[in-house]
């Protein structure tokens, strides 16, 4: 046996993801159930139901959960819905439209991609332009809120653009869901996927599809992938409640407690609430200190910020990233083309105290280093 380790504090995790979980989630693990235990099968089904609640989609949608991180599920989706006949148009601003592009290549699923930069949102007419003149296309593949940036595109005006082409609509809003609001009453889409440890808060393991029902059973046969095949997976878990293979079951009971605290908040208004706050506070406390963000506040969703690296000579990134880590506060580098930059979350278990928290960090090693301002103009 080891000796018992002396509790540090863990640090604050101001990044896009795995993020600060509340302990009272991280207790909800301390269970070994069998994937046939019957508390574990009820849990399931909460999950599902409540995860179909959130976008309004009781009586049209179903949840499929998926084993794995937030790209698993996104890959199960491109690969199980976009039919081998199909063609799928990707709005891309960002790496995790990017990434989309690359599932598609190793899948050999037919794709075309448009493309703003990394600092604008995607833009509805220009989806409807390129649909209108390619009648081929069958789907289009959007990112809500692109964490590269941090930038929110218009997800509801995309939905609209490509009903009225009668197309079908998909969505990664991995970083976003559970802190914007989405309803399936507003906005039509075929699928749309998201992950236990973001807005959500749970422990990272599992993805989940939120998908029209009839959208879903059309996808049988389609997946040239057994593990990422989300309608065996569905019929499974409406068979007898099981998940196909080994479920992430700890990741489940803290999914489980996780979806507690975020009704006990207010659901998305509270939720997105509380990050909203977390983002004024970090903005304007690093914008006193000569930072500038990379978005207008008008583009910002209150996910995570991009900063633009200061120009101050004496300002070294690793440093600045190491000295933050020594404070406890873990930020995140930039991951643009466009700018050089760096970026810090407000999402997770986190509010306006860990901000300053970190905001104070942030002077203390600017100090250090004899950086005077942020500021990324000379
Ligand atoms: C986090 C994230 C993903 C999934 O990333 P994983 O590291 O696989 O969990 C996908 N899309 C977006 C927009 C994300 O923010």
């Known amino acids: 046996m080891t000796q018992p380790e002396k509790p540090v504090q863990d640090p604050w995790l101001l990044t896009p993801g795995p993020l600060t979980t509340s302990r009272t989630v991280k207790e909800a693990m301390l269970h070994d159930y069998g994937s046939r235990d019957l508390r574990f099968i009820e849990i399931n089904r909460r999950v599902r139901e409540r995860l179909v609640e959130i976008i309004d989609g009781q009586g049209t949608h179903v949840c499929v959960p998926l084993q794995g991180s937030g790209t698993f599920v996104v890959e199960a989706m491109l690969s199980n819905f976009v039919p081998r006949s199909g063609k799928v148009l990707i709005l891309v601003n960002g790496a995790y439209g990017t990434r989309m592009q690359s599932i598609c290549a190793y899948h050999g699923i037919d794709s075309e991609v448009l493309q703003w930069p990394e600092d604008e949102p995607v833009d509805p007419n220009k989806v ?167 978005l207008p506040d008008a583009l910002q969703a209150p996910i995570i910020v991009t900063f633009k690296m200061p120009v101050d000579s004496r300002f070294d990134f690793q440093r600045f990233y190491d000295g933050l880590s020594e404070c406890g506060y873990v930020i995140y580098p930039g991951k643009l083309t466009i700018a050089e930059s760096f970026r810090m979350g407000c999402i997770g278990r986190l509010g306006v105290t860990e901000m300053r928290g970190a905001l104070e960090a942030v002077r203390v090693v600017m100090d250090e280093m004899g950086v005077a301002s942020g500021s990324p103009v000379a």
Request: with cysteine; charged share 15%; glycine share 10%.
């Open 128 to 294: 409807a332009e390129r649909l209108a003149g390619a009648p081929g296309i069958t789907h289009v593949a959007v990112v809500h809120c692109e964490t590269t940036t941090g930038i929110l595109n218009p997800i509801e005006d995309v939905g609209e653009a490509v009903a009225a082409a009668g197309r079908s609509l998909l969505i990664d809003s991995m970083s976003a869901f559970g802190a914007l609001s989405i309803s399936a009453r507003n906005i039509q889409f075929d699928a749309l996927v998201a992950s236990s440890n973001k807005c959500l808060e749970g422990a990272p393991g599992m993805g989940f599809c939120l998908a029209s029902e009839p959208a879903l059973t059309a996808t049988q046969g389609n997946s040239d992938s057994l593990c990422l095949d989300l309608y065996q997976q569905w019929q499974g878990l409406e068979a007898n409640g099981q998940w196909r293979f080994t479920p992430p079951t700890h990741c489940i009971l803290a999914f489980d407690q996780a979806l507690k605290e975020f009704d006990a908040e207010g659901a998305v208004a509270g939720r997105g609430g509380r990050y909203r706050e977390n983002c004024e506070a970090l903005v304007s406390g690093m914008r006193a200190m000569g930072f500038e963000t990379l």
